[in-house]
Every structure is written in structure tokens, then in C-alpha cells.
């Protein structure tokens, strides 16, 4: 990752407004804990895939659902729990 993008994560917080002072420098050193940032895990329990053009085709899939043990999990352990999902796929008219 280029430093110019890990210095965003220490702008001010977001939708506050930023002065051009507020941009840290190059030379500054950070701490990983001032940094503003989250991240967001997307597991859909249901997708709708539908593609069109010449030979329109459309599937449903469907997973298993997740515990609410599944919350619990650090985050380190979550990249092996959704490798172990099982999704049923269906064939479906467009």
C-alpha cells in the first residue's frame, strides 16, 4: 500500500471538515490506534444473479445460516468460516 493512501486513514474523522493543515506530512510517524478507519465483512445469506444478452440465465443462491456465535469470532478465524459455507444453487427461468 503507497504511504499517501495509509495517510488517509489519519485524516480527521469523517464528514468533518478538512483543512489543507490537516493533511498529515510525509515524515510524520502514525500509530495504527489515532488511525480513522473500519472495516466492513459482507456475507449475503441470498444472491440473485441474473445475465442478460443472448442466452439470458438467472440463478439463485442460497446459504446456510450463520450462528450468532459467528459475531464472536476474531476477525482472523472469519476468512476460515466463510470458507466453509455451503451455498445451494438454482437454476431459475429470467
Known amino acids: ?14 464528514g468533518k471538515p478538512r483543512a489543507l493543515t490537516d493533511a ?7 500509530d495504527l490506534a ?6 466492513v465483512l459482507v456475507l ?4 440473485d444473479e441474473l445475465h ?3 442466452r439470458q440465465k438467472r440463478k439463485i443462491y442460497r446459504s446456510e445460516s ?5 459475531m464472536a469470532l476474531p476477525f482472523a478465524e472469519l476468512y476460515n468460516v466463510m470458507g466453509q459455507l455451503r ?6 427461468n429470467p
Open 24 to 30: 498529515p506530512t510525509p515524515e510524520a510517524s502514525h
Open 1 to 14: 500500500m503507497k504511504a499517501t493512501t495509509k495517510e488517509t486513514f489519519y485524516w480527521p474523522h469523517p
Open 52 to 54: 442478460l444478452g443472448g
Open 66 to 70: 450463520l450462528s450468532e456465535d459467528f
Open 44 to 47: 449475503p445469506s441470498f444472491v
Open 87 to 92: 451455498w445451494e444453487v438454482e437454476d431459475v
Open 34 to 39: 489515532e488511525a480513522h478507519f473500519a472495516v
